[in-house]
């Protein structure tokens, strides 16, 4: 299971005082509010806890001070490095629910318990998620709807997702 999520990576430098431009990568950019630590992932391969000070919103931006920087020189380096958090500190999840993160690289099964691929990407719709499926037989990609009709089972413990395959999915 993923350790660390992403949550945003930071776009530019905002003013003088050290603040950055985040383009969040979270469903709920507001989450920022609460943030107390991120991890910021430089270009050089060292992690850096940081402090989040404050954040505002201004666009699609959330404008971000952390509290060990205070001009601008300190912080245009790490323009296009990563911010992740850790999974103690990622939004709580409902029953039923999955991040994201835990569902990619699973194997999907069929009810019979024969492997038929394993998911690469969620998808977010409106409707529902889409799990995207590279076929164990090489052939094309194959998108699975995230609905009561199709998934049957999801073992995070057992890294499978026992699936029903409807007519036309394969």
């Not at 107390?36 to 050089?44: G, W």
């Not at 790490?78 to 999955?98: H, M, Q, V």
């Not at 690469?120 to 037989?137: F, H, L, P, S």
Request: net charge negative; hydrophobic share 40%.
């Amino acid at each position: 299971m993923t350790e660390t999520f992403q949550v945003g990576v930071i776009a530019s430098t905002h003013g003088l005082a050290g603040e950055v431009n985040v383009f969040p990568t979270t469903e709920d950019p507001n989450r920022f509010k609460k943030l107390k630590k991120v991890t910021l992932h430089t270009s050089r391969g060292e992690e850096i806890e940081l402090d989040v000070q404050s954040a505002r919103f201004f666009k699609k931006f959330v404008i971000v001070k952390f509290k060990q920087f205070n001009n601008i020189n300190e912080v245009e380096k790490f323009k296009g490095c990563e911010l992740t958090i850790e999974r103690k500190d990622a939004l709580k999840l409902n029953p039923g629910e999955y991040y994201c993160a835990d569902l990619i690289g699973l194997d999907i099964v069929d009810e019979e318990g024969n492997v038929l691929g394993s998911v690469t990407d969620v998808i977010q719709t409106g409707a529902n998620d889409v799990y995207e499926m590279k076929r164990a037989d090489g052939g094309e990609n194959v998108y699975i709807p995230a609905i009561k009709d199709c998934i049957k089972e999801i073992d995070i413990t057992k890294k499978r997702i026992i699936i029903h395959v409807m007519d036309g999915l394969m």
